[in-house]
C-alpha cells in the first residue's frame, strides 16, 4: 500500500509579516495512521525539501499524541525535511492520496497545476483523495472525469467560515475554504467549530479541521481496504 502525503510550500501569512505553513498535528496524526498499519509513505511538496511549518502548530495548546510521537522520531522527521519535489510524482504509483491542511496550501496548493493534475488523475482513476482543514480548498480548480468541477454534487467539509473568523484570519487569506466548496457546488456540512468531522462520499474524504485529521486518514484507509477487499473478491470469483 503506498500513500501520498502531499504538503505545501508556502511560508507567508499573506501581506502579514507573520509564517504559515502546514499545521502539525494535521501531518502527524494520519502519518502515523498510515505507518502504524504498515502502508509505504511518500512525502511530496511543490518545492521539495522541508516544507515550512505553521508555527502556531508548535504551541503548547496545539500538542497531541501524535505531535509528540512525531518530535521523538528521527526517522520521521528526516523524511519530512526531504520531501520529493509534486512535478517528479506520478499518480500511477500510489494507492491514494493524502493532504494535510494548515493555511499554506491556500497559496500555493490550490492553484498549483501537478497538484490539480494528480487529483484529477487519482480520482479519476477510482483512487481515494483525502485532504483536511484547509487543504479541501486544493480542489478549487480540480475537475472531475466530466470536467465539471471535482465537488460538484459531493458531500464535502472543510475549515468552516465561522473557524477562519475565530481565528482572525477572515480578511488575509485569499479565499474562505467553505465558500469555495459551496461555490463549486459542494454540498457543505460542518460540526461544531474545532470539534471532529469527517465526510466520505465515495472516493473524496474531506475534514473539517485540525480534529479531524486522524479520524480522516481513518476514513482513507477504510476506503483503500474496501477497495482491496472487492478486486480480491473480483480475483476469486473468476
Same mark, same amino acid.
Given at each position: ?27 502527524? &496524526?494520519?502519518? #502515523? ?62 494507492? &491514494?492520496?493524502? #493532504? ?34 484547509? &487543504?479541501?480548498? =486544493? ?48 454540498? #457543505? ?7 471532529? #468531522? =469527517? =465526510? =466520505? ?29 472487492? &478486486? ?7
Amino acid at each position: 500500500m503506498n500513500i501520498l502525503m502531499v504538503l505545501t510550500s508556502h511560508d507567508r501569512l499573506g501581506s502579514t509579516e507573520e509564517k504559515t505553513g502546514f499545521w502539525l498535528e494535521e501531518f502527524a &496524526a494520519p502519518y #502515523y495512521v498510515f505507518k502504524d498499519v504498515g502502508a509505504n509513505i511518500t512525502l511530496a511538496s511543490p518545492n521539495g525539501g522541508q516544507p515550512p511549518l505553521d508555527p502556531k502548530s508548535d504551541d503548547t495548546g496545539a500538542q497531541t499524541a501524535a505531535t509528540a510521537r512525531f518530535k521523538l522520531d528521527r526517522a520521521a522527521q528526516n523524511a519530512l525535511a526531504n520531501t520529493v519535489r509534486l512535478s517528479t510524482v506520478t499518480a500511477d504509483d500510489y494507492s &491514494a492520496v493524502f #493532504y494535510p491542511g494548515g493555511h499554506g496550501p491556500l497559496w500555493d496548493l490550490a492553484d498549483n497545476p501537478d497538484s490539480i493534475r494528480l487529483i484529477e488523475v487519482m480520482f479519476g482513476t477510482g483512487k481515494p483523495v483525502a485532504a483536511v482543514c484547509h &487543504a479541501p480548498g =486544493v480542489f478549487r480548480h480540480v475537475r472531475a472525469p466530466d470536467r465539471s468541477a471535482l465537488v460538484r454534487g459531493k458531500s464535502v467539509t472543510g475549515f468552516a467560515n465561522t473557524e477562519e473568523e475565530a481565528v482572525g484570519l477572515t480578511h488575509v487569506v485569499p479565499f474562505l475554504v467553505e465558500d469555495s466548496l459551496k461555490q463549486n457546488g459542494g454540498v #457543505y456540512s460542518k460540526a461544531h467549530d474545532w470539534q471532529p #468531522y =469527517v =465526510v =466520505v462520499d465515495g472516493n473524496l474524504i474531506t475534514g473539517q479541521n485540525p480534529a479531524s485529521s486522524e479520524a480522516g486518514a481513518k476514513a482513507l484507509l477504510n476506503r483503500l481496504t474496501a477497495h482491496h477487499g472487492a &478486486a480480491k473478491l473480483l480475483q476469486s470469483t473468476r
